[in-house]
């Protein structure tokens, strides 16, 4: 099984910014994907960000494209997304996912491991 397990989550102005960590386990974290998906309440689930297996290609969606940045560190087998310019729709329950394969996209059936998620609340 993969155990991710997210951090950084908390309560934050709007125009702040907010680091979310993922630590992964139980595979081997540098030949797989990466990706980040967030949920309001009373929403479905939505596609942030995914990083290749190197980090060499990203994606966002275009909701928070030029604002947040998706990072990983295979060394320390996390996955990490920066958020900058927050805005209260970005409040969310955001979640860690692996995906299937090195490379994917922003299809949540590309991922096959999640997170718990951990809350992000931007206030006004």
């Known amino acids: 099984q993969v155990q991710l397990v997210e951090s950084g989550g908390g309560l934050v102005q709007a125009g702040g910014s907010l680091r979310l960590s993922c630590a992964a386990s139980g595979r081997t974290f540098s030949r797989y994907a990466m990706g980040w998906f967030r949920q309001a309440l009373g929403k479905e689930r939505e596609f942030v960000a995914t990083?290749?297996?190197?980090?060499?290609?990203?994606y966002y969606a275009d909701s928070v494209k030029g604002r947040f940045t998706i990072s990983r560190d295979n060394t320390k087998n996390t996955v990490d997304l920066q958020m900058n310019s927050l805005k209260p729709e970005d409040t969310a329950v955001y979640y860690c996912?692996?995906?299937?394969?090195?490379?994917?996209?922003?299809?949540?059936?590309?991922?096959?491991?999640w997170g718990q998620g951990t809350q992000v609340t931007v206030s006004s």
């Open positions: 990083i290749s297996w190197s980090g060499g290609s990203t």
């Open positions: 996912a692996s995906g299937r394969r090195m490379v994917v996209t922003g299809r949540p059936d590309e991922y096959d491991y």
